[in-house]
């Protein structure tokens, strides 16, 4: 594919950007603050891969490269914005009040009460994740949503690994607080 599309066959490079578009629009949306910004943003990945596919060593995975482009073009926009300094990666995140289902008179049956925890949960933590800094929301996503290995993950965010695992754990840790306060605020 990245042959043809050095070739210039257009429809190859569609290709590549049609198998990547999900991994580059999870990292713009959880980097990018400004909606508006992250069409022009994902525009300047695409170009930059375009013009840096003759580079592509075929080292990693196609997509992982990519993603990397992605993840630089995201805090190259950040740094610029003044959003994000290099190295400073915040834990301090507040509280999420959540809502939990009580077991107390419960008209539904136990799958749709099941289906309402989950949507509620998965809110919750939609939620706390989009407070933390935007490293750890991508960490996070490349992690859990895109499944990708703790390599692919060094790979692409250019950390090393042991601190890809740090943050990781940190930002997880970071979630784990917030969340056990807002539940004993709830509680209380």
């Known amino acids: 594919m990245v042959d043809k599309a050095l070739c210039g066959d257009t429809s190859a490079f569609r290709t590549i ?6 991994l580059v629009a999870q990292i713009i949306f959880r980097m990018i603050p400004y909606s508006e910004d992250r069409k022009d943003i994902a525009q300047d990945i695409y170009l930059k ?6 580079s592509f060593k075929f080292q990693a995975k196609l997509s992982t490269w990519v993603g990397q482009i992605a993840y630089n073009t995201c805090i190259n926009y950040l740094e610029k914005k003044k959003l994000v300094f290099p190295g400073n990666i915040s834990d301090d ?6 809502v939990f289902l009580s077991n107390a008179t ?9 289906r309402i925890f989950k949507k509620e949960l998965s809110e919750i933590l939609k939620t706390e994740i989009d407070k933390l800094s935007p490293v750890y929301k991508t960490l996070i996503m490349l992690y859990h949503n895109e ?7 060094a790979q692409i965010t250019e950390l090393p690994e042991g601190t890809v695992k740090s943050y990781l754990y940190r930002a997880r840790k970071a979630l784990k607080d917030s969340l056990s306060l807002s539940y004993q605020k709830d509680m209380l």
């Open 49 to 54: 891969t375009f013009k840096n596919l003759a």
């Open 93 to 98: 995140n507040g509280p999420v009040s959540g």
């Open 106 to 114: 419960n008209p539904f049956d136990n799958q749709t009460e099941e």
């Open 17 to 22: 950007m049609k198998n990547t578009e999900g």
């Open 147 to 153: 499944d990708l290995s703790y390599a692919e993950i």
